[in-house]
């Protein structure tokens, strides 16, 4: 259990946590991005255009 301690002292959590933001946000973006794609790409397949607002 060593390494449990060691994953939650500080040092590492200081590290450790805005890794995992970043690394969130980048996943988070990219899915919102690859779903508006797919929403426009429906849109395209339906005979709308998805430029015209």
């Given amino acids: 259990m060593e390494w449990l301690e060691a994953l939650f002292s500080v040092e ?10 970043l ?9 919102k991005a690859h779903h508006r ?3 426009r790409i429906e849109k395209i397949k339906h005979g709308f255009d998805p430029d015209l607002k």
């Avoid at 590492?12 to 933001?21: A, D, E, F, G």
């Avoid at 690394?23 to 899915?31: E, K, S, Y």
């Fill in 12 to 21: 590492t959590l200081s590290l450790l946590i805005p890794i995992v933001v």
């Fill in 23 to 31: 690394v969130g946000t980048f996943i988070v973006a990219t899915l």
């Fill in 37 to 39: 794609h797919l929403e």
